[in-house]
């Protein structure tokens, strides 16, 4: 099922280049969809426009069937939410009141029974349990990573969009993150996902967007998009793709 | 319940630190107003002074003076002008935690960036145009104003991507503050003799000569603020995820900002109209209580406008008692105590930051 949808959009910067021209992609409720490409092809314009952060001069978005722009906020925050790559506090919130506020769209629902429940596991599962007292601008860029990204769990959305959730990240919480993002797409959730590891995207993601140069090169299952001679022809640098002699899932190794 | 000893509840422990935090600073605030209100020339002892106070209330106890001038000395002289720098310190410490909000930044006050020159130049013009449009809310109105003026000014100047940078903000306030100067001084320069005093007067800030009148204009508009920074607090958290973020979560991030933008000039407004510019109270006051507390905004708005009044109190008790016979401009008070709290944090701004973003 398409939960959020955007198709031929184009979005100009203020001299009238396109930044991003004609796009579309289908994301889908039980599905990782990565959107992948070179620094500047559009991956951070088109996650904006699927975000509501920016209007495209042309073309929709629509979100379950409706049309982005038509739904209230409030009504939209508890149906996607998003995560964004930098991710600053302003004042000295504790980790645990960050990943509350993830919850603040169910105030005054039914669904706000569920608070307590859903901070404790998106802390659990964010790893950051540990220190849900001490202060976000205390922790480093990996424990801020973690932390906003359990808000965005805990905020509970059929829809999930995240801009490079791993760029901050050792291996570890690399591989814990993109884990727990697969397990909210088992569980149902359309997960729109920008990122930068062509392997990560192989591993973890059932559908490719590729973008490059502000136009949508190919779409479809990551071992069909993300072909050697495609990766060569978008990113400017020979690769070998080959299977890996365990799991068969296909790696890229630059050649050097 | 087992959960509740494993899982740490830090929320909670502020809950608790809060509660703690208001009750003491409401029994600090009545000590100080029952001392400062027997303080001065005509000398009472706290519990005459209570005695006169519930006297007025239609209590009669036998705590009370009989010389009847001791009810006037209370009730029509030091009590209008304590209860007008209870609500000038709540108004101006709100004001302080909302434009820090909105400019993501700890050191946005109403002093430092322009919007009390702003009110006090409105307020100024019209005194010296001799306005009387709006009857006795003229000078508030006019204040109003120009302090709306000043922090649409700021905000659209100073702000990029959602934040303030510390540099840009306070550059932007020294310009601003140098325009209103500027009308200040060409006012001063128009007015007459006793315009001119009351533009001197405001620029140094006085609780001297407030009257029961003045409060009558000024509670209202200081409730009205308090009540509206109230209603968007719990949006006002979100707020500091970055605007891009809390309109991700659902908050209206451009009503939001006109709404508080609004209070804001509301709260200055109310602030300046008749005690002109007391500097430091914005920063100092919810500096103090964000350690105490924490930043959440609804305990942080409750427990500043206390604390603001609070210091207002005393910097008036110091007024009108540390040097004999004389009333020292209270805004003088503050700037002393603030000016070097202002230089503490912007170091520690700069030391933690690595620099002046």
Redesign the interface.
């Known amino acids: 099922m398409s939960r959020l949808v955007a198709s031929g959009v184009s979005v100009a910067v203020d001299d009238g280049r396109l930044i991003l021209a004609d796009a579309s992609i289908e994301v889908r409720a039980g599905e990782v969809h990565a959107l992948v490409g070179p620094n500047g092809a559009g991956k951070s314009t088109l996650f904006g426009v699927l975000a509501g952060d920016l209007t495209p001069a042309s073309g929709t978005v629509t979100l379950d069937g409706a049309p982005l722009r038509g739904i209230h906020p409030r009504e939209l925050a508890r149906r996607r939410a998003v995560l964004l790559q930098s991710n600053t506090v302003s004042f000295p919130f504790t980790v645990e009141q960050v990943v509350r506020m993830g919850r603040a769209p169910w105030a005054r629902t039914p669904a706000e029974d569920q608070d307590d429940a859903a901070v404790r596991d998106a802390m659990a599962e964010t790893d950051v349990a540990g220190f849900a007292a001490r202060t976000f601008p205390s922790l480093s860029g990996g424990e801020r990573a973690r932390v906003a990204l359990a808000r965005v769990l805990a905020q509970a959305t059929p829809v999930l969009m995240l801009d490079e959730p791993t760029a901050a990240l050792d291996l570890k919480h690399q591989e814990d993150v993109l884990r727990i993002v697969r397990a909210r797409a088992l569980a149902g959730a359309a997960v729109a996902i920008v990122l930068h590891d062509l392997n990560v995207t192989l591993a973890y993601a059932d559908r490719v967007t590729l973008l490059s140069r502000g136009r949508v090169v190919a779409a479809g299952a990551p071992g069909e998009v993300l072909t050697a001679a495609r990766i060569e022809e978008v990113y400017g640098q020979p690769v070998d793709v080959f299977p890996h002699p365990g799991t068969g899932v296909p790696v890229v190794v630059p050649r050097r | 319940m087992s959960e509740e000893v494993v899982?740490?509840?830090?929320?909670r422990?502020?809950g608790s630190r809060f509660a703690v935090a208001t009750i003491v600073l409401a029994l600090a605030l009545i000590a100080v107003c029952v001392i400062s209100l027997g303080l001065g020339q005509y000398a009472l002892s706290p519990s005459e002074v209570v005695g006169i106070l519930l006297r007025a209330i239609g209590v009669d106890t036998d705590l009370a003076p009989a010389a009847p001038t001791a009810d006037g000395v209370i009730l029509d002289i030091r009590l209008p002008r304590i209860v007008l720098g209870l609500l000038v310190g709540a108004a101006l410490a709100v004001s302080g935690v909302l434009m820090?909000?909105i400019f993501?930044?700890?050191l946005a006050d109403a002093a430092v960036v322009g919007v009390s020159s702003g009110a006090a130049l409105g307020a100024a013009a019209s005194l010296t145009f001799g306005l009387t449009v709006f009857g006795l809310w003229t000078t508030p109105g006019a204040a109003f104003l120009g302090g709306l003026t000043a922090v649409i000014a700021v905000y659209l100047i100073s702000r990029a991507g959602g934040?303030t940078e510390v540099v840009t903000l306070l550059l932007t306030g020294i310009a601003i503050n140098a325009i209103a100067g500027a009308g200040l001084a060409f006012l001063t320069f128009l007015g007459t003799t006793s315009t001119r005093e009351q533009i001197v007067f405001w620029q140094l800030g006085s609780l001297n000569g407030a009257l029961w009148q003045n409060i009558a204009l000024v509670a209202p508009l200081t409730a009205v603020g308090i009540l509206a920074g109230m209603l968007v607090a719990?949006r006002l958290?979100?707020?500091?995820?970055?605007e891009?973020?809390a309109?991700?979560?659902?908050?209206?991030v451009e009503l939001l900002r006109i709404v508080v933008i609004i209070t804001v000039a509301v709260l200055v407004c109310a602030a300046v109209a008749f005690a002109g510019i007391i500097g430091f109270v914005g920063l100092i006051v919810p500096h103090l209580m964000?350690m105490i507390i924490?930043?959440?905004h609804l305990p942080l708005l409750i427990a500043s406008a206390l604390g603001g009044a609070l210091l207002l109190a005393v910097a008036d008790l110091v007024a009108r008692t540390a040097v004999p016979l004389a009333d020292l401009p209270i805004g003088m008070l503050t700037a002393l105590v603030g000016g070097p709290f202002f230089l503490w944090l912007l170091v520690r701004t700069r030391r933690r930051s690595g620099g002046w973003a």
């Not at chain 2, 309109?247 to 209206?252: D, F, M």
């Open positions: 899982v740490p509840t830090p929320a422990h502020r820090q909000a993501g930044n700890p934040r719990g958290d979100l707020f500091a995820l970055g891009r973020t309109r991700h979560l659902g908050v209206r964000r924490g930043p959440a």
